[in-house]
């Protein structure tokens, strides 16, 4: 007994070395990583690095990231403040929020900083393309697809989309079974962007087909760089070239189209404004152009969607006060083919063929609807910042951010932290939006509300997105409502896009013939 004893010691001897072995070897490694950042600021700057963790060798923060989600960054802006270093994918990033340091950066476009995208997103969408684009191919691209978000396209487009959305909505209504909204509305977007914007001649069928395509390509934007069998790149190209297959044909039919035919859609409002300024786009220009368009608008607009029929189910005070605007506005009734016109049924018809009554300069007399959905982009901003590369070493909050690095800037968190508002921050409150915080949001600037960014890069298509998301606020206001199909409300899921974890499972009923219109006239 007494040699196995020794024998059993010698062992544990040993495996409690190799411990303090491999301790002290991960604790030299550590050490050395930090030393590396800390030795990484530039020397000719006097300032120090932001305060942050760099966390484990190689591997950064960012499996803590990928866990924690949010809380990541809320966890480490109390501890850091609104300006911090951390090390994720790869990268050494400054994570900043606040108006002052966001206004900083964004309109630091092409001076301070430049934007990052991955690299499979520059192989996917292609090199004729805004996110592609700095200095001033940038602005002259920026110009030209500006002109197909003007206001006088908007005015086209509005009918088109109230009329797209009033289907839907009323579709909703006649289904015997739950709806799962983040889903639905991802194939909403995409219809009127495929439609509207890009004026594609497509039956329920061949848009079914393509959004499948589009999702596969979106799904594998941001993979890793490897052009390899089954690689998420390998997909993505695949399903980038079956789009760009289908967009040719579409395309070559617009440029044998009549050059002095109406400019109905997007596509044709790019067209048209490249050859006033005597350029005259390639195809594989307008393939790349025409997948980023669908690109921008479809997930955003799809989370915002969703998020404005959550919140609205949630503030049942808000819906009544809408019901009421619309009452005054002369525009509660839905429509003449309401509940019961489809042959007798209960429900209401989907392919309802009532003109829309609906113009730009109506959702601009809705001033509470408009306040409603400054209000959810607000509170679930799609998207929860954006990343840009540094330019050259510059000062922010005191700090040194050097060149090279990626600066994250965050729309969430400075959301979150704003002080303009007469109310909390976390929770939902029109009101902020209404006549009597213009003055004091005013006096602070406009980087407290950055659900669209800013400066060079900020979207062009925001007004577009905020009129969608008022022509479907006042659909379901005055067409249905909607109930949970699930014990409780789904949590939010905040990376990549915003979207309930569940795709948020409701019921909608259709409301009776002139219940909208009599709710309101009754507050």
């Known amino acids: 007994m007494f040699p196995w004893g020794l024998s059993c010691l010698s062992v ?9 072995c491999a301790g002290l070897l991960l604790s030299l490694a550590q050490h050395l990583w930090t030393l590396r950042w ?7 700057s006097a300032l120090p690095l932001p305060k942050g963790s760099m966390g484990w060798p190689f591997f ?10 949010s809380r990541f960054h809320s966890s480490r802006r109390e501890r850091y403040g609104t300006v911090f270093k951390t090390h994720l994918l790869g990268r050494p990033v400054i994570r900043v929020s606040g108006a002052e340091n966001v206004r900083t950066i964004l309109l630091g476009e092409h001076r301070l900083v430049r934007s990052q995208w991955p690299q499979s997103a520059h192989i996917l969408l292609g090199s004729h393309t805004l996110i592609g684009s700095v200095g001033e191919p940038h602005r002259q691209r920026r110009k030209v697809l500006a002109r197909a978000f003007s206001r006088a396209a908007l005015q086209r487009f509005v009918p088109r989309l109230q009329g797209v959305l009033r289907r839907e909505v009323r579709s ?21 962007a495929a439609r509207i914007l890009l004026g594609l001649r497509l039956d329920d069928a061949q848009c079914a087909e393509l959004a499948r395509t589009f999702e596969q390509f979106v799904e594998n934007l941001f993979s890793l760089p490897l052009d390899v069998p089954f690689s998420g790149l390998r997909k993505g190209i695949r399903a980038r070239d079956q789009l760009h297959r289908y967009l040719e044909e579409a395309i070559a039919e617009k440029l044998h189209e009549d050059k002095a035919a109406e400019l109905s859609d997007a596509l044709d409002m790019i067209i048209h404004s490249t050859r006033e300024l005597g350029h005259e786009l390639s195809v594989q220009e307008l393939k790349e152009t025409a997948v980023e368009l669908l690109f921008a608008a479809f997930l955003t607009t799809a989370s915002a969607s969703t998020s404005l029929v959550l919140l609205l189910l949630q503030h049942p005070a808000a819906v009544a006060k809408i019901r009421q605007e619309l009452a005054v506005q002369g525009l509660g009734r839905a429509c003449g083919c309401a509940p019961g016109a489809a042959g007798g049924g209960t429900g209401p018809r989907p392919d309802c063929g009532c003109e829309p009554d609906l113009s730009l300069a109506a959702l601009g007399r809705l001033r509470y609807i408009d306040c409603v959905v400054k209000e959810v982009l607000r509170l679930l901003p799609p998207v929860s910042g954006g990343y840009r590369t540094a330019l050259r070493t510059f000062e922010l909050d005191g700090y040194q951010i050097p060149k090279g690095w990626s600066v994250m800037y965050s729309i969430r968190d400075t959301h979150e932290t704003a002080a303009v ?11 902020r939006f209404g006549a009597a915080g213009e003055e004091s949001r005013g006096a602070c600037g406009r980087f407290h509300y950055i659900p669209f960014g800013g ?18 606020a006042v659909e379901l206001v005055r067409t249905a409502r909607w109930e949970l199909a699930t014990p409780a409300f789904p949590a939010m899921q905040t990376v990549p896009i915003v979207h309930p974890v569940d795709g948020l499972r409701l019921f909608f009923h259709p409301l009776a013939p002139s219940a909208a219109a009599r709710d309101g006239l009754r507050l």
């Open 12 to 20: 544990l001897g040993a495996a409690g070395t190799a411990l303090l």
């Open 38 to 44: 800390t030795l990484s600021r530039d020397r000719a």
């Open 60 to 69: 950064g923060e960012t499996l803590h990231w990928l866990v924690q989600g």
């Open 172 to 192: 909703w209504c006649a289904a015997r079974r739950p709806v799962a909204v983040y889903q639905a509305s991802k194939a909403l977007t995409f219809r009127m």
């Open 421 to 431: 508002y007469g109310s909390p921050p976390e929770g939902f409150d029109p009101e």
């Open 455 to 472: 400066g060079a890069r900020s979207c062009l298509g925001q007004e577009l997105a905020q009129a969608v998301l008022q022509l479907l």
